[in-house]
């Protein structure tokens, strides 16, 4: 019903920027926030940054002086443009969306499939 296809994950050399990209496609009614994680251990992921259509963010930290989250309504997209790039970034990036589907008031979270972002040497 709904599917988040992520890009623009790679390698990229400490120092450096790359912009990942997560576009959602489906029956979506609304969407309440959109979203960035990244994954710190096998059973944990760190929320990274956040926005909601009225573009309110909240990062993590670590990267608030780094990334940038942004989003484009009508597009049903979200991006994260990282700077300055360190090894301790080096994560699978994954989106995640609040939203509720056509004709339903019921909120689901939907998750991405994953990138990954390799920051080394």
């Known amino acids: 019903q709904v599917q988040l296809v992520e890009s623009g994950g790679g390698l990229v050399q400490p120092g450096g920027s790359l912009r990942l990209s997560c576009a959602a496609s489906?029956?979506?009614?609304?969407?309440?926030?959109m979203a960035w994680f990244r994954q710190v251990s096998e059973n944990q992921r760190e929320r990274v940054a956040i926005i909601t259509p009225g573009g309110d963010t909240y990062y993590l930290d670590s990267v608030e002086d780094r990334f940038t989250i942004s989003i484009d309504n009508a597009k049903n997209t979200v991006y994260l443009q990282m700077n300055s790039l360190k090894p301790e970034d080096t994560a699978v990036y994954y989106c995640?969306?609040?939203?509720?589907?056509?004709?339903?008031?019921?909120?689901?979270?939907?998750w991405g499939q994953g990138t990954q972002v390799t920051v080394s040497s």
């Open positions: 995640n969306a609040v939203l509720s589907l056509a004709a339903s008031a019921v909120k689901y979270s939907v």
């Open positions: 489906g029956s979506i009614s609304s969407i309440y926030t």
